[in-house]
């Protein structure tokens, strides 16, 4: 069970590398920012499935962090780029 879980962890990774060259090449700001929302999800996951495979709770716990990280990282950029406000 937990090979399985390992090889999910990879597949996972390695989507998070695509994502990751979406980061970099985004046509735009909001396209870079999806990519990145992305990334820190695919990065819950690899953490999550991790834990559970390793059996070391401290790693859910980062996974968590993570996932609070990456909604205040959402909620600053949309509130940063939100049309019609002074800049």
Do not use: Y
Not at 34 to 44: E, F, K
């Amino acid at each position: 069970m937990s090979a399985w879980l390992a090889a999910g962890a990879a597949a996972i990774v390695a989507s998070l590398v695509v994502a990751l060259a979406r980061v970099g090449v985004g046509p735009t700001p909001f396209d870079r920012m999806l990519a990145a929302q992305i990334v820190g999800s695919g990065g819950v996951a690899v953490l999550a499935l991790l834990a559970f495979v390793l059996e070391t709770p401290a790693l859910l716990d980062a996974a968590l962090a993570l996932a609070l990280l990456a909604a205040v990282a959402a909620v600053a950029f949309v509130r940063r780029a939100r049309p019609g406000r002074a800049r």
